[in-house]
């Protein structure tokens, strides 16, 4: 089939490789503008903008799919459109461009989490399971019928990070069979069933850490919003961020946002058993080893906010 690929973040990039290694024609790769990135905001091209170009394949940017970006894309004349994080809306007429529609890899197990956010939201509620669905786009926010799903734990210790770059690879895979088969005509959608939940983008409100929750939830939301957009605290007005923090079982409770040292060891308070502190980036630093920085605190104790 002529396919038009739709994509923007790393997560992408493992889908468009595959399916440019398949028997497949990619007519088209479209994404969002080049960013200003880092402190000197140079413009640069997204992950899959740049895979794109690898592969030599033609790229259309584009922040908004409006007429232009529209007509451009229907142009092609594709059988079918596919979309991973793109991070922008694919609506009439440009959805019932392509052949057979438009197809979007989403890492949930639909309808829970529909959203910007799902692998993010699914660590932080604590949920034990997650994974990857292909469904067919339709006007409602994650709705469309599901072609197929895998599902995959979710670790006690896993980061957003680490788990969506598990689930790029092998929800790969699972758009490309999908992929196939559509091309083969041996496969149907299945209407989505069960308990819709949302998950919206995250903000920096959802990375400030609140020290009067229970250290499990504590631990999950640290993991859900790491490595973006980075869980945070504030000590004497300054913002420490948090890398890397475990459960300290066995150890003495310690009052919400009190810290201190045990046994070698950066104990901070919760609303049930302290938190380890393992690796922290104070403002203007580079991380750093918890202990390290609490050692250049010179206080034996500190409250967190």
């Avoid at 994974?131 to 339709?138: D, E, M, T, W, Y």
């Avoid at 799903?149 to 979710?154: A, E, F, L, M, V």
């Avoid at 699972?174 to 992929?179: I, P, S, T, Y």
């Amino acid at each position: 089939m002529k396919l038009v690929f739709a994509g923007t973040p790393q997560v992408a990039v493992p889908s468009l490789t595959l399916l440019a290694s398949s028997g497949h024609e990619i007519a088209a790769v479209v994404t969002r503008t080049d960013a200003a990135l880092g402190r000197k905001r140079v413009l640069t091209p997204s992950p899959v903008a740049a895979a794109a170009d690898a592969l030599g394949l033609p790229v259309i940017k584009a922040n908004r799919l409006d007429a232009t970006a529209t007509q451009a894309i229907t142009d092609l004349g594709a059988d079918l459109g596919v979309i991973v994080a793109y991070g922008g809306l694919v609506r009439e007429p440009l959805l019932s461009a392509p052949r057979l529609g438009w197809i979007n890899l989403h890492f949930s197990l639909l309808p829970r989490w529909r959203g910007a956010a799902p692998v993010q939201r699914a660590i932080m509620a604590g949920d034990t399971e997650t994974g990857a669905a292909v469904f067919q786009l339709v006007a409602e926010l994650d709705a469309g019928a599901v072609f197929a799903q895998i599902t995959t734990p979710i670790g006690r210790h896993a980061t957003a990070g680490i788990l969506l770059e598990s689930l790029s690879r092998s929800g790969a895979e699972l758009l490309a069979g999908v992929v196939d088969r559509l091309a083969a005509g041996t496969i149907a959608a299945v209407e989505q069933t069960g308990e819709v939940t949302l998950a919206p983008k995250l903000s920096l409100d959802d990375a400030r850490i609140d020290w009067t929750l229970p250290a499990e939830r504590i631990h999950a939301i640290i993991r859900g919003v790491t490595p973006e957009p980075g869980a945070f605290t504030e000590i004497g007005g300054a913002r420490l961020k948090l890398h890397d923090v475990a459960p300290a079982h066995g150890q003495p409770r310690l009052a919400p946002g009190h810290l201190n040292e045990i046994d070698k060891r950066v104990l901070i308070g919760t609303g049930t058993e302290p938190l380890e502190l393992i690796a922290v980036q104070p403002a203007g630093k580079t991380a750093m080893k918890a202990i390290d920085w609490w050692r250049g605190v010179a206080a034996t104790e500190v409250i967190a906010s």
